[in-house]
């Protein structure tokens, strides 16, 4: 080819080239501005507290998106552009869901919780001030009670009116039985020398602190004696043994006289037993007087002081029997009944603590109606039993 052709090539070459590069370069731009595009659209959707960017991350000029009001060119934005950054939602686990944007309602409600857990906050405290002054005022009404019942208690040692008393001794017994008017050898007399007694006392008001009047004063009393070591022989000196139990319980309304004498008076009414037996293995010869005495108790007693540690006891009573024991179902149409006294002194030996001397004498009385031909005749019969003794007694 000469050198005209190769020169017409060349220009052909050239002005189809210049005619391409306007339209390659609009493509080019294009294609960036939609890639761009895209990348932005993360921010839009997602607010930029619950999906914040990486210190990393570029960020956009001031006043656009970088896609359409930039100040760089195209080709100067894509050679700037960074390698995209991999989405946050790929780091978090795949069982916690991406938080949602909130809305502006839901941000000024949670805005304004604080504002309302803080009523219900000073609710509480209010609640736990207001106990608080409860348990205060529970501990003074508790205050006041134990004051009163200080009161109380003092007035009730002032008076002498004791709770409870308790006491111990030992009792020397004897028992005399007797016939009147007595028919044959079966109906002899029996008599029962010195015996060792143990006895026990408990005496109790249970009100006695209360301001009652009389209920304050109505007590339960309880006595139980038990012989031992006992050994005794009919009239014709056969040997006996023998096994004597008294035991009595009662109700008791007692009567503090007002005064600085500390005078006592007391009405009871209760049981009476007087459990005695006799065994033997020879022939008596006679009626032994073997008898468990069961009876309904009334009586009255009083302890008047003499010296402020030194007081008189005495008391008495009417036994009406209910039951009448062996010895007079042997008679005809027995008739028993009988009376009791009680006479003492105590000498106070501390406060509470007092020693006793006293004697108690029961009287059983009883008649028959006798008719010719009964195995055993007489026309009465007198059991008299004596008690004697010493002991302590303690009272609160």
């Known amino acids: 080819m000469t050198g005209r052709g190769r020169f017409i090539m060349h220009a052909c070459l050239a002005g189809a080239l210049v005619t391409a590069l306007p339209a390659l370069a609009a493509g080019a731009s294009a294609k960036h501005r939609k890639q761009a595009r895209g990348k932005r659209a ?58 949602s944007p909130r809305s502006d309602d839901e941000q000024s409600g949670a805005a304004a919780a604080p504002s309302v857990l803080l009523p219900s906050s000073r609710r509480g405290a209010q609640a736990a001030a207001g106990e608080a002054r409860d348990d205060v005022a529970g501990a003074a009404l508790s205050d006041d009670d134990a004051r009163a019942l200080g009161r109380r208690e003092a007035s009730r040692v002032a008076a002498g009116r004791i709770e409870v008393a308790v006491s111990a001794g030992i009792d020397a017994g004897r028992r005399v039985f007797t016939y009147s008017d007595p028919i044959g050898a079966a109906p002899q007399a029996y008599r029962l020398p010195l015996a060792p007694l143990a006895t026990f006392r408990l005496e109790v008001y249970p009100l006695a602190s209360t301001d009652v009047p009389v209920v304050r004063d109505l007590g339960l009393r309880a006595r139980v004696s038990r012989g031992f070591a006992m050994e005794s022989s009919t009239t014709n000196g056969v040997a006996l043994q023998d096994s004597w139990t008294r035991f009595a319980g009662d109700v008791r309304q007692r009567v503090l006289l007002p005064g600085a004498h500390g005078v006592e008076l007391g009405a009871t009414v209760g049981i009476d037993a007087s459990y005695f037996d006799l065994q033997t293995k020879s022939d008596v010869g006679s009626l032994v007087p073997a008898a468990r005495m069961l009876s309904l108790r009334f009586g009255l007693d009083g302890r008047v002081p003499v010296t402020p540690r030194f007081s008189i006891l005495a008391g008495g009573g009417y036994l009406a029997t209910l039951s009448r024991g062996q010895i007079y179902d042997r008679f005809r149409r027995p008739h028993v009944a009988g009376v009791d006294g009680e006479l003492g002194a105590a000498l106070a030996l501390a406060p509470g603590v007092e020693a006793r001397l006293d004697g108690r004498y029961t009287r059983y009385f009883a008649s028959f109606s006798p008719e010719v031909g009964d195995p055993a005749v007489a026309g009465g019969a007198l059991d008299q039993q004596f008690q004697l003794g010493v002991g302590v007694r303690y009272a609160h």
């Open 42 to 99: 993360i921010p839009a959707t997602v607010s930029p507290a619950a999906a914040p960017r990486d210190a990393d991350e570029p960020r956009s000029p001031a006043g656009g998106d970088g896609g359409e009001s930039g100040t760089a060119s195209a080709s100067e934005r894509e050679s700037a552009e960074p390698e995209p950054a991999p989405r946050r939602e790929s780091a978090r686990s795949p069982a916690a869901p991406s938080p």
